[in-house]
Every structure is written in structure tokens, then in C-alpha cells.
Nanobody, 125 residues
């Protein structure tokens, strides 16, 4: 059974940076992707970024391109989301999730089957 645990959320000022971690376990295949999603109050869950375990290819949502960077450490079974130039509109609960895929990754919410419990990110002065 796939398990994912997020950490690293918190309060940060606008323009600041924060790094989220997603520790995962339980994969029986080498072909999967890890994605980050976020959900603000009253809004739908939005795709932020994803990364493939097999070829390292990444995808980003339009609202975070150029500011967020996703990376992986396969030896530690951990995916990171480096968030720079944070804005108040980045405030949300951030979730990591897993997707079964051979190469690359698709930032489509319904294609991710297992989810973590989420970590709160608040951008405010």
C-alpha cells in the first residue's frame, strides 16, 4: 500500500521561500510519478507540479512556473517542492500524491490514486 507524508509547511512572508517534502513508501513498481497539488478554501484542488520516478521529467502548473521547482531523491524516497517568490495567493493546503505511469507525468488530479494528508502553507505579512 502506497503511503505519502508531507512536511515543511508553515507561515512565510510574501516574497519568501519554503521547501516542502513528500516521503513515500509502498511502491511495488519502478514506474510511478509523484505530484504536488494544492487547495485553497472554497477552491478546487489545483495541480502544482509532478515528477517521474523513471526519467525525471517534470510538469508545472502555469501559476507556479518559474517560481517553484520539484526534485527527487530516489535513495531517500522523497520528493521536494522548492517554492520561491511566494505570493498570498499561494496560500493553501498542499498535498502530494502518486500516479502510476511509465514515463513522464500528467498533472491531472483524477489520475493520482494515493494521497497524503496535506500540509498548510500560509503566505502573509
Amino acid at each position: 500500500q502506497v503511503q505519502l507524508v508531507e512536511s515543511g509547511g508553515g507561515l512565510v512572508q510574501p516574497g519568501g521561500s519554503l521547501t516542502l517534502s513528500c516521503a513515500y513508501s509502498g511502491f511495488t513498481s519502478a514506474y510511478y510519478a509523484i505530484g504536488w497539488f494544492r487547495q485553497a478554501p472554497g477552491k478546487e484542488r489545483e495541480g502544482v507540479s509532478c515528477i517521474s520516478s523513471s526519467d525525471g521529467r517534470t510538469n508545472y502548473g502555469d501559476s507556479v512556473k518559474g517560481r517553484f521547482t520539484i526534485s527527487r531523491d530516489n535513495a531517500k524516497n522523497t520528493v521536494y517542492l522548492q517554492m520561491n517568490s511566494l505570493k498570498p495567493e499561494d496560500t493553501a493546503v498542499y498535498y502530494c500524491a502518486s500516479q502510476i505511469v511509465i514515463f513522464g507525468c500528467l498533472l491531472h488530479r483524477n489520475s493520482f490514486g494515493s494521497w497524503g494528508q496535506g500540509t498548510q502553507v500560509t503566505v502573509s505579512s
